[in-house]
Every structure is written in structure tokens, then in C-alpha cells.
Nanobody, 113 residues
Framework: QVQLVESGGGLVQAGGSLRLSCAAS????????MGWYRQAPGKEREFVAR????????TYADSVKGRFTISRDNAKNTVYLQMNSLKPEDTAVYYC??????WGQGTQVTVSS
């Protein structure tokens, strides 16, 4: 079983940056694709970004392409989401996931206008 813990969320002004981290424990995520998702108030959870096990392939939602970067450090069993040029519509709880089976508890990101 994998435990995922997100951190790095907070309050930032529009145009600012945040870096989210997702630390895994209990089992190595070296061979697992990892993803970031988000859920805004009153909305369904949506896909943000995904990275392959090797880190060689990344995929992004159109809404964050060019602004967000997903990366991973398998030696640290950690996945990151660098978020630049943040917009108020990026406000949400951000979750990391290992495949579709394991999810973290989420970290709040609030972008003020």
C-alpha cells in the first residue's frame, strides 16, 4: 500500500508561483505513473498533469499547459508540480495519485486576483 502526502499549497496572488510536492511512503513509486488532479468548490475533480514511471512522458490539461510542470525524483519517492503564472481559476484542492488506486489527502491552493 502506498501513502501519499501533498504539501506546498497556500495563498498566492495571480501571476505568482507555487511548487507542490507529493511524498510517497509504504512502497516505492518508481514503477508507477503519477498524476496531479484538482477539485474546485462545486466542481468535479479534474485531471491536471501526469508523468510516466520513467519521467520521460508528461501530459497536461489544456488549461495548465505551458504554465505547470510535473516532475519526479524517484530516489526521493516524490512527485512535484511547479505552478507558474497562477490564475484565480487555478484555485482548488490539489491531489496527487498513483495510478487510480492511491490518492493523497490534498493541499489547498488559493489564487487571489
Amino acid at each position: 500500500q502506498v501513502q501519499l502526502v501533498e504539501s506546498g499549497g497556500g495563498l498566492v496572488q495571480a501571476g505568482g508561483s507555487l511548487r507542490l510536492s507529493c511524498a510517497a511512503s509504504g512502497r516505492s513509486i518508481t514503477f508507477a505513473a503519477m498524476g496531479w488532479y484538482r477539485q474546485a468548490p462545486g466542481k468535479e475533480r479534474e485531471f491536471v498533469a501526469r508523468i510516466s514511471a520513467s519521467g520521460g512522458t508528461t501530459t497536461y490539461a489544456d488549461s495548465v499547459k505551458g504554465r505547470f510542470t510535473i516532475s519526479r525524483d524517484n530516489a526521493k519517492n516524490t512527485v512535484y508540480l511547479q505552478m507558474n503564472s497562477l490564475k484565480p481559476e487555478d484555485t482548488a484542492v490539489y491531489y496527487c495519485a498513483s495510478g487510480s488506486s492511491y490518492w493523497g489527502q490534498g493541499t489547498q491552493v488559493t489564487v487571489s486576483s
